[in-house]
């Protein structure tokens, strides 16, 4: 931390080398990702006996240091364990393994082998983190610091480079000529919209009005989405470097970060932030020594997906019902209190110093001609390597789910990929080798949204998908317009029907006309592409539609109402196991006595499924045919158990 | 005896709302913000509370009302004392996070959104916590289970008095 507020860009640059000075090259870092889904895992508890291994093996002085960092990225191995300069990457590192890592890696810098990522694919064991094929296919340009810093401390954004792109902006740079470079980059939001960057800017900078305002959007409501929520925890400097940057070139000097509730690590964080920044002379009055001052403020948000549309967050910012307005004159021009306010999503924030640093004309160098850049993913359901990834524009489906993703695990049957949240669509097997971009998705009927993507197999069944979808838009459609109340509500009855076997000849119909209303008459962008996830679901899976409605039958065998379970008397070899673990007690039978499941008994939760080893395989699911007889009760065992 | 307790509490409640308001020197457009608080403070908000909120604060109590029912991070009925919340965001979905709330709730024989008779437990469900990863995901009391077993859950629970 500085002991002064910083007031030039020599003194910030000074400043900098002093930290760097203080950080010996030769020095080991040890590295622990305490992002959320690791912190879950145990690692905050893994970082401290680091902390605690390390002095009692006496090795703080000269060699090492134990580091607290947000999230890396690879959820699926958490907890992380990273190991700076030599760049060893432990995964799933349990608590007992911390004092070996101690004394083997740290004092005698031997490789410890049963920690290193196996590829799943060749079975090699990775040293280095950057030649793991989920880290070596990805540009992650924002994303990548996260490892690095320790988000409550600013001297490690510093040290990296850190609000090096505020001091050439303030001090070196007109507003006009950031909003020049910016609108060059042709930087669209990431939060989903896509609309460009640099106009936007624009239209708040000229619009009529004072105060001004500028927002970092961080009600990240996506299910399945959180890389926002890792930006914010991991690198909160980065976001507020990007807001202060903006609030120069649209001449605002009060902002706002509007953080997610259900986000305690990235309210906290960024409050941490603010406060540290302010007392190095990045915010407050005369940043840098510019003569621009700006203060800048946190809310959580209460729980309302709607809110993160841009008027229904500026108006829980005001402390109102967090319902969207009709945009007549857009929130660019008139927001909070009817002020011209300027709400970016966090990735977009986070951009905005690298085009700085870097120029319009290097940003433009990546990704597609109408996206450029690089965007943040979650790529979670079915796949083998679930994380955080980001990728230049224009990189394919198949490329993230098979390079980066390395396929479906279980060696199932890839069916679809969910992009863009509620509001996008299903892409089916066919589509894979579309690149990923603001308009490509959108030509399939879905969107690239926010980033989530979510990969599901052969056992997800795309009614029940448009289904979970369309019931979750209609518990948070605010209720305000007719179309996307009632449209959603009629559209959840009909697809809950089908999934139950009620389904009636004509509802296929309905479902496309209620989507055509929903589509041209609702208030908000809620509304207009809440009936995508069923519109494309119907466009690409029409047969499974038809075979619910018809045929009574899920061909994923997952809708609950249409599945029957079953014990194939020949293959139950009675180990009791499906007997132990079903909640409901409905499986009877005993030892060398075939099981059989009671069906009045039974909740359909697929637990006995899930449970009989593969190698017996005797459950099997039902839909659509008659379920076979059970045995007569008492029948011995006639398969062997041994194998 | 009755009126007793009730002046006991007041006084407790409106020291909280003072305190809360306090923080952000009664600012009305925090209104969200002191309600975020007092839900944390007291787990859910009473009518007291709200009634104490709009009076101090010289807000119209249908508008504090009217936040207090709009956004889910409010609980306008008492909580029981183990929170069990389900994830069902996409990634836990495609996971089968409804199978996993379907036992659940058969073990403790509530639907989602319940309190138990007794204030044991409350069943929730949450869209996405972030860690996809572990999907399908329940969180008791703070604490992380990813896809526990039938016997897992069966200790969870019995260990939650």
Known sequence: MANKRLSSTKELEEFRKEIQSKMDPGKQIVTVCTGTACQTYGSLEIYQKFDYEIKKQGLESAVVEAKATGCHGFCEQGPVVVIFPQEICYVKVKLEDVPEIVSATLDQGKVIERLLYEDPLTGERITKDSDIPFYKNQMRLVFGNNRYINPRDVDDYIALGGYGALSKALLQMTPEQVLEEIKKSNLRGRGGGGFPTGIKWETTRNAAGEPKYVIVNCDEGDPGAYMDRSLMEGNPHGVLEGLIIGAYAIGSHEGFIYVRQEYPIAYENSIQAIKQAEECGFLGENILGSGFDLRVKVHRGAGAFVSGESSALMSAIEGKVGEPKMKYIHTAVSGIKGRPSCLNNVETWAKIPLIINKGAEWFNSIGTDGSKGTKIFSLVGKVNNTGLVEVPMGMTLRQLIYDIGEGIPNGKKFKAVQTGGPSGGVIPEQHLDTPIDFDELTKLGSMMGSGGTVVMDEDTCMVDTARYFISFCCEESCGKCIPCREGLRMLREILTDICEGKGQEGDIKAIEDIAEVMQDASLCALGTTAANPALTTLKYFRDEYEAHIKEKCCPAKACKALTSYYIDPEKCTACMICFKNCPTEAIVGGKGIVHWIEQEKCIKCNTCFEVCPPRFSAVRRVSGEPLPLPPAPGTKVTREKKR | ?161
């Open chain 2, 1 to 161: 005896m009755v009126s007793k307790i009730n002046n006991k509490k007041s006084t407790k409640v409106s020291k909280a709302v003072k305190k809360a308001a306090g923080s952000y020197q009664k600012d009305k457009d925090m209104l969200i913000q002191i309600l975020l608080d007092l839900q944390s403070m007291f787990g859910w908000l009473s009518r007291e509370v709200l009634t104490e909120v709009s009076e101090q604060l010289e807000v119209p109590v249908t508008q504090v009302y009217q936040i207090a029912s709009y956004y889910k991070a409010f609980s306008l009925m008492p909580r029981g004392r183990h929170i069990v919340k389900v994830c069902m965001g996409t990634a836990c979905q495609v996971r089968g996070s409804p199978q996993l709330l379907n036992i659940i709730s058969a073990m403790l024989s509530m639907k989602p959104h319940e309190t138990s008779k007794d204030m044991r437990f409350t069943l929730e469900t949450v869209n996405c916590l972030g860690c996809c990863a572990m999907g399908p995901v329940v969180v008791v009391d703070n604490e992380y289970h990813s896809k526990p077993s039938t016997p897992a859950l069966r200790k969870i629970f019995e260990g939650a008095r």
